[in-house]
């Protein structure tokens, strides 16, 4: 499948080269034909307003009068966000009766003002909760790799992640409170970014945790991450000045996160810093023995926990059995954190920034496996056993970023059908524009060596 980028769309749209009508007829038809995929990846889409809309932006690009260079462009989005007519059921049984929203999500309005066409809502981990992207409700999209055998999509943007992967979309919006944006991107070989929080607003998505939730794009670049982020946020400029890899200086974690890898994505991880450092960037190891203390500090599920279960208790008390029993237990440990926990967690975090910031002195970043393991098969998370070892893993190095109050970004280490794994690069809290800038670099390097 031929990859295309947001401008390289734009540009196609622009020329007359294509038209939002086929790009749109392209992607409802990929929906069909993915070989039952698509019904596992889309709750529902909307053909007959997409192709209205696609028709509408068309009419609008030959009177001269497209509202941006992206208007007509095909995206998906995660279950959560409010679009006005629809029911937001965040990817559960529970809430798919609810009354439909009202108006958009603010983010999803801003979107929709620039002319992207919403093709319909993507699958997801049911209320977001899990690394997985298991969902029994709706069923369990595949990893674009080793179909055959069935491999999770990572969580909890699954349905998003291997939209864009399939070519059903050419963005799919999502939300990361744990590394939801990042690791479906890392297990579909696609790029996913975690914004700093409270930049894009919230408003009308269906929280998990307050303190951590962020809402992110995935997508097939960096400059495609860049664009959405800005178009939401509305903070930055969508350009991206690509830094010169050898003005570059990352730093690697010491602590956890290069810890109990699989070899292929050892390997790959090795090969990547090998071409980056070929290219001029220079890295310098870091030891953060803190994060070490991480799994003690969420031995109960930690921030997200206790305020997932405030949002939840009402709904635990009426549909308890309703939900994904996974999730319903991963909740409720919310309830296990008291207040002096929850404090203490809170003030423990504040030490960390701290000593955080002091070791982002004189780097660009620190840069890491996105995800130390390989999306394992599917049928390893029907027990019990094994799937709160193997989401803890999944979410460990992304849950980094959350923890620490970074942006941060996972970019394809592997070639499309290989065995995906991501390289994340993180940076302090507000510095989006200079981690895309810095990102654009490695990601010229690396597709140069996977080329």
Same mark, same amino acid.
């Given at each position: 499948?031929? /990859?295309?980028?947001?401008?390289?769309?734009?540009?196609?749209?622009?020329?007359?080269? %294509? %038209?939002?009508?086929?790009?749109?007829?392209?992607? +409802?038809?990929?929906?069909?034909?993915?070989?039952?995929?698509?019904? @596992?990846?889309?709750?529902?889409?909307?053909?007959?307003?997409?192709?209205?809309?696609?028709?509408?932006?068309?009419?609008?690009? @030959? #009177?001269?009068?497209?509202?941006?260079?992206?208007?007509?462009?095909?995206?998906?989005?995660?279950?959560?966000?409010?679009?006005?007519?629809?029911?937001?059921?965040?990817?559960?049984?529970?809430?798919?009766?609810?009354?439909? =929203?009202?108006?958009?999500?603010?983010?999803?309005?801003?979107?929709? #003002?620039?002319?992207?066409?919403?093709? *319909?809502?993507?699958?997801?981990?049911?209320?977001?909760?899990? !690394?997985?992207?298991?969902?029994?409700?709706?069923?369990?999209?595949?990893?674009?790799?080793?179909?055959?055998?069935?491999?999770?999509? *990572?969580?909890?943007?699954?349905? =998003?992640?291997?939209?864009?992967?399939?070519?059903? #979309?050419?963005? *799919?919006?999502?939300?990361?409170?744990?590394?939801?944006?990042?690791?479906?991107?890392?297990?579909?070989?696609?790029?996913?970014?975690?914004?700093?929080? !409270?930049?894009?607003?919230?408003?009308?998505?269906?929280? +998990?945790?307050?303190?951590?939730?962020?809402?992110?794009?995935?997508?097939?670049?960096?400059? &495609?991450?860049?664009?959405?982020?800005?178009?939401?946020?509305?903070? @930055?400029?969508?350009?991206?000045?690509?830094?010169?890899?050898?003005?570059?200086?990352?730093?690697?974690?010491?602590?956890?996160?290069?810890?109990?890898?699989?070899?292929?994505?050892?390997?790959?991880?090795?090969?990547?810093?090998?071409?980056?450092?070929?290219?001029?960037?220079?890295?310098?190891?870091?030891?953060?023995?803190?994060?070490?203390?991480?799994?003690?500090?969420?031995?109960? !599920?930690?921030?997200?926990?206790?305020?997932?279960?405030? /949002?939840? =208790?009402?709904?635990?008390?009426?549909?308890?059995?309703?939900?994904?029993?996974?999730?319903?237990?991963?909740?409720?440990? *919310?309830?296990?954190?008291?207040?002096?926990?929850?404090?203490?967690?809170?003030? @423990?975090?504040?030490?960390?920034?701290?000593?955080?910031?002091?070791? &982002?002195?004189?780097?660009?970043?620190?840069?890491?496996?996105?995800?130390?393991?390989?999306?394992?098969?599917?049928?390893?998370?029907?027990?019990?056993?094994?799937?709160?070892?193997?989401?803890?893993? &999944?979410?460990?190095?992304?849950?980094?970023?959350?923890?620490?109050?970074? &942006?941060?970004?996972?970019?394809p280490m592997t070639a499309r059908g290989e065995a995906p794994a991501g390289i994340m690069i993180m940076r302090q809290h507000g510095q989006d524009t200079e981690l895309f800038n810095a990102a654009a670099g490695v990601e010229t390097i690396l597709q140069k060596a996977l080329s």
């Open positions: 499948m031929i /990859v295309e980028t947001l401008q390289q769309l734009a540009s196609q749209l622009g020329s007359g080269e %294509t %038209t939002s009508r086929s790009l749109t007829e392209a992607c +409802l038809a990929r929906i069909e034909d993915q070989a039952g995929e698509g019904a @596992r990846v889309f709750l529902s889409t909307d053909a007959e307003g997409a192709i209205a809309t696609a028709d509408f932006m068309d009419s609008r690009r @030959r #009177a001269g009068r497209a509202p941006s260079p992206y208007a007509g462009i095909p995206i998906s989005l995660k279950d959560l966000f409010d679009v006005a007519g629809e029911v937001t059921a965040a990817g559960s049984t529970i809430l798919r009766d609810s009354e439909p =929203a009202i108006v958009d999500a603010t983010c999803v309005a801003r979107l929709r #003002a620039v002319g992207f066409v919403f093709l *319909g809502r993507t699958n997801m981990t049911e209320f977001a909760y899990s !690394g997985v992207g298991v969902n029994p409700h709706y069923g369990t999209p595949k990893s674009v790799w080793d179909r055959a055998h069935g491999r999770i999509p *990572g969580g909890s943007s699954s349905g =998003a992640a291997v939209s864009v992967a399939d070519g059903m #979309a050419y963005m *799919g919006l999502g939300t990361d409170t744990g590394g939801s944006c990042r690791v479906p991107a890392a297990f579909n070989g696609i790029t996913g970014y975690k914004s700093s929080t !409270g930049r894009v607003p919230r408003e009308g998505v269906f929280p +998990l945790s307050n303190t951590l939730d962020t809402v992110g794009p995935l997508a097939n670049s960096v400059q &495609c991450c860049s664009t959405i982020d800005a178009m939401m946020a509305g903070d @930055r400029t969508a350009d991206i000045a690509a830094r010169d890899p050898a003005t570059l200086r990352f730093g690697i974690l010491q602590h956890v996160a290069m810890d109990a890898m699989d070899p292929e994505v050892a390997t790959a991880f090795d090969a990547s810093i090998k071409a980056l450092g070929k290219a001029g960037v220079v890295f310098s190891e870091v030891p953060f023995p803190d994060l070490t203390e991480l799994p003690k500090l969420n031995a109960s !599920g930690g921030i997200a926990a206790a305020e997932a279960m405030e /949002v939840h =208790a009402d709904m635990l008390e009426r549909h308890g059995d309703e939900y994904h029993h996974m999730v319903r237990i991963r909740i409720r440990s *919310g309830l296990d954190v008291t207040g002096p926990d929850l404090i203490g967690i809170h003030r @423990r975090r504040k030490d960390m920034l701290a000593k955080f910031t002091s070791l &982002c002195s004189g780097l660009d970043g620190f840069i890491l496996p996105t995800v130390p393991i390989l999306p394992p098969l599917i049928s390893e998370m029907e027990k019990d056993e094994r799937y709160g070892p193997l989401n803890f893993l &999944c979410l460990r190095n992304t849950f980094l970023g959350n923890f620490l109050d970074t &942006c941060a970004i996972s970019i």
